[in-house]
């Protein structure tokens, strides 16, 4: 029997991300015509959620034309929750984790550091949180893989105002390799496998650089 693992974060009112605010509003109630119908207002890129090529490649696809079975499929987890903030995941790091070669082409690579448990929704989520160096974003490169999951803010720059594109090296290396980021995933300790079934279904919203994600671990 398959066991099924939610590892998406909870979209709330009032959250929100570089000053864009998550807002729901109910506009039709049952107060008035019988029935509730929300609208809702958020950044692409808050929460979990899956990162589109057009993130940063200029003239790269959108989230809509992303293949599922690019974010779908075989998952080998990395077990990184020792490292604590402001600590760099390294490619000795996950070279370690894979000394049985686990790890194979086309397969997505879940890197574990439980900090979206711990900080999510707090300052220290982006401002103190483990990074993947350029090193272990090449390592993934090379190992082929064709996502990755994280439960962390991977690019060190983004705990600095106002960063620019250029500067975040992870993504221009996972991104111009055509590596999917499926970003900010939560309850990755509940997976008790090395290898799962990783789904990870976002909206299609055309034209877009990202979209919020339904992201699961199956365990068979």
Not at 103 to 131: C, M, N, Q, V
Not at 140 to 163: M, N, Q, S, T
Request: charged share 25%; aromatic share 10%; hydrophobic share 40%.
């Amino acid at each position: 029997m398959s066991r099924l693992i939610d590892l998406s974060l909870p979209v709330v009112d009032g959250g929100g991300r570089l000053g864009i605010q998550t807002k729901f509003e109910i506009v039709y109630s049952f107060e008035k015509e019988g029935w509730q119908g929300s609208v809702f207002r958020m950044f692409a890129h808050m929460g979990t959620h899956v990162d589109a090529p057009l993130h940063f490649l200029r003239g790269g696809e959108s989230v809509d034309r992303v293949a599922p079975e690019r974010i779908c499929g075989r998952g080998v987890l990395f077990d990184l929750s020792g490292k604590q903030g402001s600590e760099a995941i390294t490619d000795a790091d996950l070279e370690a984790q894979d000394q049985d070669n686990e790890l194979r082409e086309g397969d997505i690579a879940i890197l574990r550091t439980d900090w979206t448990d711990k900080h999510w929704g707090t300052p220290k989520f982006f401002g103190d949180s483990p990074y993947l160096t350029p090193e272990a974003a090449n390592w993934l490169v090379r190992k082929k893989v064709k996502a990755i999951v994280y439960d962390f803010a991977e690019e060190y720059v983004v705990r600095k105002p106002g960063f620019t594109g250029p500067e975040c090296v992870i993504h221009h290396i996972v991104m111009g390799n055509g590596i999917y980021n499926i970003e900010y995933v939560t309850n990755l300790r509940a997976i008790t496998k090395r290898v799962v079934t990783i789904m990870a279904l976002p909206l299609k919203l055309v034209g877009v650089d990202a979209a919020p994600a339904r992201v699961i671990a199956i365990e068979e």
